[in-house]
């Protein structure tokens, strides 16, 4: 793995000028800029409060009134790149009343398969079939996604996500409310998907610990992006008790402690 | 019974709407919306008062209109205040029944007449309804089955959906309009305080009985089936209001549905 800062002639996944954006009174994103060239895995980390997830639903068009530009693989119409983007959410807030089962979930997103109401299991199976196998949700198939682990709907979503064969993956927080060592196979996971189908990956996290081990290339957010850089160099960094406050400094003690939880 | 045209016309209207309001009611109970239906079908007694006011031979045109009405105003005030939605729903509720039975009250009329909007009334259906009903049910149902990806996406994540490539927004406002009109045209069957239940105890039963949503939603389509005919038969042959008489049945249903539970439950592994 080569680590380089980004520059010109690469071609750019992500890439988002001076974002400004204003909530309730509250200005949230205060001229961020960033450029994540194709292919690469990268982490948005940073604490509560720090708009991550608010430039994730600018990215994605689900927030709108920002000023500044967010252009993905060079289109700034998002309506154009959004077949190319998978996005896996926090979490599902789901009634068990709904008894959609993971098979049905994951036809949805297949569009040809609309008549799954009617389709038997197998056809179904068998268009879903790469997807799975390389996610390892086939067990739990016929459970209703409302039931699921925190871990297992994580993987259910990835599945879905991947259905399209997208080429830049968006995680927002992935591994909320998944315990320790599957948060580890869960980041392994990815790791995996990423190598695998060269796409580029943004995973946001405020949890450094987990994200360094996986991550190219590290931004870290709190109103803008106060550094960015390769794990290794932004562990250490200045600025990034900036960005995280004063409570992170034991991070710089053990940085293959990825399970060690900073708190 | 059969022979009646009243009763006819009431058994095409169960027919029709049974299954209709058990289809929506899938996804309505997923939604957390029963109580947006009830505040709409409170908001019709208003309706029904006005257009007694108003001197309209049949009042169901004023009672769409006035359901609409509220439907509208609940999103209004969902955007204009920070007040929850709950809030706003018991708010319209009660003041939609309030203004109804103050203009009742100020036309001085018998207090049958409301009875019959109150809990359904099997003479209610006109020929004119007859013609609307299936078409209603058609088009709302074709276009719901047509949409069942879209409007299942939106029910799991809204965001997820809109990734998706679906129009949460418009997908959303459509729902609202259906679910409006639906229930606007089920108070004729089933009475204003009891069309909720049309609505949300076929699902919940079918849910008992489930491992997917295809099969909540057929079982759902058929508990409703069921109960709305079911009901108005018994309306008639036992002289009881139809509403009461549909819900009864359902509840029966549903209590049916509860037995094998045990039984189907996936066994912890």
Redesign the interface.
Same mark, same amino acid.
């Given at each position: 793995m080569h680590l380089r800062t980004p520059n010109k002639e690469e071609p750019l996944a992500i890439e988002i000028t001076d974002l400004r954006l204003t909530l309730a009174g509250v200005a949230i994103l205060q001229g961020v800029n960033l450029k994540v060239p194709a292919g690469r895995l990268v982490a948005l980390i940073g604490p509560n409060g720090a708009g991550k997830t608010t430039l994730l639903r600018c990215m994605l068009g689900l927030q709108r009134d920002y000023s500044g530009e967010v252009k993905l693989f060079g289109q700034a119409g998002l309506k154009r790149v959004l077949p190319r983007i998978g996005y896996v959410p926090q979490r599902l807030n789901l009634e068990r009343t709904f008894v959609l089962s993971v098979r049905e979930f994951l036809c949805l997103r297949l569009r040809q398969t609309r008549s799954w109401f009617w389709r038997s299991h197998r056809s179904n199976d068998a268009a879903l079939r790469g997807s799975l196998a390389e996610i390892g949700v086939e067990s739990l198939l016929d459970r209703p996604l409302a039931n699921l682990s925190g871990g297992e709907l994580q993987r259910v979503l990835i599945a879905y996500s991947l259905l399209t064969n997208p080429d830049l993956l968006l995680l927002d927080e992935p591994t909320a409310g998944v315990d320790l060592p599957g948060e580890q196979t869960f980041y392994d996971l990815i790791g995996e998907i990423h190598k695998k189908r060269r796409i580029t990956v943004m995973l946001v996290s405020h949890d450094l610990s987990m994200v360094y081990r996986h991550a190219d290339w590290i931004y870290a957010l709190n109103g803008v992006i106060c550094c960015e850089g390769p794990p290794q160099t932004i562990m250490n960094a200045e600025s990034l008790k900036q960005a995280y406050g004063i409570h992170v400094s034991p991070y710089e003690h053990h940085h293959h402690g990825h399970d060690h939880h900073h708190h | 019974m059969f022979s009646e045209p009243f009763m006819q016309r009431a058994l095409i209207a169960a027919l029709c709407l049974g299954p209709l309001c058990a289809f929506l009611g899938?996804f309505v109970?997923?939604?957390?919306m029963a109580f947006f239906s009830d505040t709409i079908s409170h908001g019709a007694l208003a309706g029904v008062a006005i257009g007694l006011w108003l001197g309209f031979p049949d009042p169901t045109i004023a009672l769409i209109g006035v359901s609409l009405l509220v439907a509208g105003a609940i999103f209004w005030l969902k955007e204009k205040t920070d007040l929850l939605t709950d809030t706003i729903m018991a708010l319209l509720l009660s003041g939609s029944v309030a203004l109804g039975i103050i203009i009742l009250s100020l036309l001085k009329r018998r207090p049958g007449d409301i009875h019959n909007y109150l809990f359904g009334d099997i003479f209610a259906i006109r020929w004119w309804e007859v013609g609307l009903i299936p078409a209603l049910v058609l088009v709302v149902g074709v276009g719901l089955?047509?949409m069942?990806?879209r409007v299942? %996406?939106i029910?799991?994540?809204e965001?997820?959906a809109?990734?998706?490539?679906v129009p949460v927004r418009f997908m959303n406002f459509l729902f609202i309009v259906v679910l409006t009109l639906t229930v606007a045209v089920t108070i004729r069957l089933l009475g204003i305080i009891l069309v909720t239940a049309l609505i949300v105890v076929p699902?919940?039963a079918a849910?008992n009985l489930?491992?997917? %949503?295809?099969?909540?939603?057929v079982l759902s389509f058929v508990f409703g089936l069921l109960g709305a005919l079911g009901g108005t038969g018994l309306s008639y042959q036992l002289n009881l209001p139809c509403g009461p008489a549909i819900v009864m049945t359902c509840i029966v249903l549903f209590i049916i549905s509860l037995l094998p539970r045990t039984a189907l439950r996936?066994r912890p592994v």
């Open positions: - | 899938v109970t997923a939604r957390r089955f047509l069942l990806n299942s %996406l029910t799991v994540h965001d997820l809109h990734v998706s490539g699902p919940a849910r489930s491992r997917n %949503l295809r099969q909540q939603i996936p």
